[in-house]
């Protein structure tokens, strides 16, 4: 009787050293994990996309022309931008909210935005396509399967797709993908993408404590020209989403950026591996990405190592025009191309 009582207690002890032991194990695996991909990201990221994939629909232009060259037969290179070295990230800032959610009213993602890392030279680029950008697009069927190709803008890609549950990403990142490649004449691969919805933008600029930006035009209910404002949950909405009184499309395009590139500067200034916790917390709750963990600190790790003083960034020129009742913008085929020369390095 003596062993039974105290075999009880020594089991329960032992069970409880083994699950220790195991979390100490799991820790220390994890903490390898992180700081492996952190001085070494440039390891975490393959020439294929991590989980769902765009490659799964057809070769970039195929079944159409390319807009604006009628007869134009699909681009028929094997060159590829960057080769290993490069990274593309799609940035898809949607304008979903629950009120369009509720009324059906489908997602638009105002922003359309390349991120370039290229991690051998670790500089980073961002690449402004604005939204009403003329150029191919697909439907897709209930499987993510294509099922027609039109004419139309850029931005109706992540809708074509179903949207955030279904196949919206993968769609604007072939959609993306096709129309630099079909007006650049290189191959460019975009296999990654981080999207988040534009209400969750106030909660983004708090958790890094306010996002500095100097107003380029005087902004209604914000500021004036040449003055600093500190954006946070109360504002930002104000300078990302304002585009009838501050210039139209393509200046909210370059607000966009502006907001990014001081993103980019506060993570800095905050420590970059420090703060990448929390910032890997704030992704998880409000972000969309195909990226796995290794991978979102490895592009931690690059933001931090990139000269955000020499961060490029540019918005593809173009002019609007009406076509059958509708406004488009027409990019101009020789700045991709220029473009896409300067990604190259």
């Given amino acids: 009787m003596k ?5 009880g207690p020594f089991l329960k002890k032992y069970a ?15 903490g390898l994990m992180i700081l492996h ?6 390891a975490a990221f393959v020439k294929e996309a991590a989980g769902e994939s765009a490659a799964d629909l057809p070769a970039p232009g195929a079944g159409a022309e390319a807009p604006g060259a009628a007869g134009a037969q699909p681009m028929a290179t094997e060159k ?22 509720a009324q059906n009213q489908g997602w638009r993602s105002d922003m359309v935005m390349l991120c370039t890392i290229d991690t051998g030279k670790e500089k980073m680029y961002l690449t402004s396509i604005p939204r009403d950008t003329q150029t191919y697009v697909y439907h897709v069927d209930g499987d993510g399967k294509p099922t027609e190709r039109v004419l139309t803008k850029i931005n109706h890609a992540y809708s074509y797709g179903g949207g955030p549950d279904k196949y919206g990403a993968i769609n604007a990142m072939r959609a993306v993908g096709d129309y630099l490649s079909d007006a650049g004449g290189i191959r460019v691969p975009v296999d990654y993408y981080v999207s988040i919805d534009l209400q969750n933008i106030p909660q983004l600029t708090d958790a890094f404590g306010g996002v500095p930006v100097e107003l380029d035009v005087d902004f209604p209910d914000l500021g004036s020209k040449g003055e600093v404002v500190m954006l946070d949950s109360s504002n930002v909405k104000l300078f990302l989403q304002n585009r009838y009184d501050v210039g139209g499309d393509l200046m909210r395009a370059r607000h966009h950026e502006e907001f990014l590139v001081s993103l980019l500067k506060q993570f800095k200034a905050k420590g970059g591996l420090r703060y990448s916790t929390a910032l890997f917390n704030f992704a998880m709750q409000y972000t969309r990405t195909n990226l796995n963990f290794s991978q979102m600190v ?4 690059l933001t931090d190592r990139c000269d955000t003083e020499d961060l490029d960034y540019k918005v593809i020129a173009g002019e609007y025009r009406t076509i059958g009742g509708v406004c488009y913008y027409l990019s101009d085929t020789g700045d991709v191309q220029n473009r896409l020369a300067a990604l190259e390095g």
Avoid: C, M, Q
């Avoid at 062993?3 to 075999?7: I, M, R, V």
């Avoid at 220790?20 to 994890?30: D, E, M, P, Q, Y």
């Fill in 37 to 42: 991909s952190w001085y070494d990201p440039a």
């Fill in 3 to 7: 062993n039974e009582k105290t075999k």
């Fill in 298 to 301: 490895a592009l931690f790790s």
């Fill in 16 to 30: 409880l050293w083994v699950a220790l032991a195991g979390l100490s194990v799991t820790l220390v695996v994890f």
């Fill in 80 to 101: 590829v931008l960057g080769e290993s070295n490069t990274v593309n990230i799609l940035l898809l800032g949607i304008d979903s909210d629950d009120k369009r959610v």
